[in-house]
């Protein structure tokens, strides 16, 4: 006889500790994806978010290695759940791209004459001195800042 599959998820020790931020960012990002984006340019509607996004993965993050205050086993089940980017995360590990808001401000495919996003640049370097980045909104997210 085939084993019953079920859903039900054993979550590690120390769930309860972040799961209501979690659900919190998580009830503001259904609220951005419905909210109406009437009189904003295309890409303006998705910043938000990117926005929430950034702050879930940011949040699962700091608790893993800034604080130290969860596991590594409920730091890869966030993971593994989807409840933090782990690409981002990633890129966050190396030096120069402590402060990255989004993957796609460093994907030269992205960009004119296949650069780096503007706010990558740092502030006292800019022509400009208020930037925001077409994709996500950022308005600077260069290390040396």
């Known amino acids: 006889m085939p084993k019953i599959k079920t859903n039900r998820v054993k979550y590690p020790e120390g769930w309860e500790l972040i799961e209501p931020t979690l659900l919190e960012i998580e009830a503001k990002m ?56 782990r690409n981002l995360i990633a890129k ?15 994907q030269p495919r992205d960009h004119n004459y296949g650069t780096t996003c503007v706010c990558r640049v740092p502030k006292h370097l800019r022509e400009e001195k208020v930037v925001e980045c077409v994709h996500c909104g950022c308005q600077g997210c260069a290390s040396g800042d």
């Open 30 to 85: 259904r609220e951005a994806e419905i909210d109406t984006h009437d009189g904003k340019r295309k890409c303006e509607a998705l910043w938000p978010i990117f926005k929430l996004s950034h702050q879930r993965s940011r949040y699962v993050y700091d608790l893993c290695y800034r604080r130290e205050e969860i596991s590594k086993e409920l730091y890869e089940f966030c993971l593994d759940q989807n409840h933090a980017d």
């Open 92 to 106: 966050w590990k190396k030096s120069g791209y402590e402060r990255l808001c989004c993957l796609r401000c460093i």
